[in-house]
């Protein structure tokens, strides 16, 4: 069985809405949805992400 990261493709598999490049590392800690929108804590550099779903 074959291992897809990020926005590959394999047949039988859906590739993710977001991602975020080969290099990055995000470590969510929590989330929430509001308005259409998801909200993610992110540990690394403290951020708020904010994804238009």
Do not use: H, N
């Not at 975020?20 to 550099?45: C, H, I, N, Q, W």
């Amino acid at each position: 069985m074959a291992i897809i990261e990020g926005d590959e493709e394999q047949e039988g598999m859906v590739s993710p809405l977001f991602t975020f490049g080969d290099e990055a590392t995000v470590a969510p800690s929590g989330m929430d949805y509001y308005d259409s929108k998801l909200y993610v804590a992110a540990l690394r550099e403290s951020a708020l992400l904010e994804f238009d779903l």
